[in-house]
């Protein structure tokens, strides 16, 4: 069983910056990828960004050049740097790994950005 926290969520202005992390309760170089989503209120849940064991990231288009995902230094954690925010970066934020045929998701974390 793998368990993700995710934590860094908040309220911030339209162009301030956010750090969200994603703790796993397995080393991250057990899992292939790992991603966040998100979901914002009334809407499907999407892909933000993702990165391989090797270390090769992906990213959605409408978040390009602001966000950035990364390893953090501690084995188990994972990292989105949210910089630039729009109000339509509003959404809960889900962390996601992959494993042996299931997919594991945290609970998430809500980011509310103001106009």
């Known amino acids: 069983q793998v368990q993700l926290v995710e934590s860094g969520g908040g309220l911030v202005q339209a162009g301030g910056s956010l750090r969200l992390s994603c703790a796993a309760s397995?080393?991250?170089?057990?899992?292939?990828?790992m991603g966040w989503y998100r979901q914002a209120p009334g809407k499907q849940r999407d892909l933000v960004a993702t990165?391989?064991?090797?270390?090769?990231?992906m990213y959605a288009d409408s978040v390009k050049g602001r966000f950035t995902i990364s390893r953090g230094n501690a084995k188990n954690t994972i990292l989105l740097e949210m910089n630039s925010l729009k109000p339509e970066d509003t959404a809960v934020y889900y962390c996601?790994?992959?494993?042996?045929?299931?997919?594991?998701w945290g609970k998430g974390t809500l980011v509310t950005v103001s106009s």
């Open positions: 996601n790994a992959p494993y042996f045929g299931m997919d594991y």
């Open positions: 397995a080393t991250i170089f057990s899992f292939n990828t």
């Open positions: 990165i391989t064991r090797a270390g090769s990231t």
